[in-house]
């Protein structure tokens, strides 16, 4: 009976796959420069998030399915065709396929909006759908997100705004337009559906398929459509911002002065809906040319009902969600990514056994002290490969150890760039060298 490790073996080596495995479509590696650059961006972003005083949180990959079915709405394409299914035992499973369902269910199972001094979250985690992959739209994407809960006023939506505003700008992008709507409330959302499907109906048979089948449930969706045809008609529609409440408009009008006061510029658009079905009150979209055709590069609205699908008492959310894959898009479009500096402090280059075992306690000491340093184990190689090794890594310094030092009790200590060589004595090597690199820095 082969064990179950040996018949995986088996079958790589039969190779019914036509060649090496591959990561699934979809879903890229992230190493070298690249990990350089999204490090780089979550450095930058996590900053911005704490000075606006946002408190992590992290939720497991995987949640029961109605944590989506429940709430992120069964007409939408997400729930409808994208999730990935997990079915182990009785219990039936998804890959997290958005961040705020998951986000909502943690709040409520730890009751974190009873707990008055934290209201401010974000996250950044792996997201999954199974959709057709192109640029900058993959199945198993990343996002940013923040929530901001327990605050029902404009300037809560203003905040959270402002934050996406400040991530974008300490990434050194501006070229982006900032577009917000109300999709109003309980009590005037049904008065703006009636406006829009009554002015749709006689357009219907030259909607397409699509916009069709949200006619009768998600007609909001509708406006969000982006092909050609559609637009046209939804374009010439009734203005869906006459019929908000009185509270609606209050909020909206108020929530316009805080952007101006704060000299955040802004387009008011009725055509952003988004895509989810738990949207309330206001909705924003940021949206570029960077990206190629203006897409968005990220958005949000309120969120007010959401805890209400999850059967408990409703209280006031706001937040957005950013796509890391978007941005790492938008800033290679303006060449804005600093270089990295990623180069070694030291590389020790032993010639011969016995350096060897000097140098490799050495290396260890120097990293236990934090000082970046790499070290050859092949002491048998020339003086010449292992330099060449040093200055491909762009080591700042080498330090040659040979049979002559040793007799000499001293080792060479060569800046790589400078060209500059120093013999330092090996009592005292550790210190000497310590102190060497520090001043660099
Ligand atoms: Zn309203
Ligand atoms: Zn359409």
Redesign the pocket.
Known sequence: MPSRLGSIGFQWYSSPFGGILKAVRGMHDIFGSEMAKWKWIETQVRSVFETFGYQEIRTPVLENVEVFSKTVGDETDIVEKQMYQVTKENESLVLRPEGTAGFMRAVLEHQLHREPSIQKYFYYLPMFRHERPQKGRLRQFHQFGAEFINDSSPEADADVIALLDAIYRKLGITEYDIRINSLGCLECRPQMKETLTGFLRPALPN??E??QK?FERAPFR?LD???E??REITAKGPSLSSCLCTKCQTHHTQLKKRLEEAQIPFIDDPSIVRGLDYYSSTAFEFTSSLLGAQSALGGGGRYDQLAERFGEKPFPAVGFALGMERLVIALEAKNAFPQPHLFPKLYLAPLGERALDILFPLSLQLRRAGVWTEISYESQKSLKAQLKHANRLQAHFSLILGEDEIGKKVALLKDMAAQTQTEIPLEGIYENLLNKVNREN
Request: aromatic fraction near 0%.
């Open positions: 909607l397409c699509q916009c949200r509708i459509c982006k092909r045809s559609c």
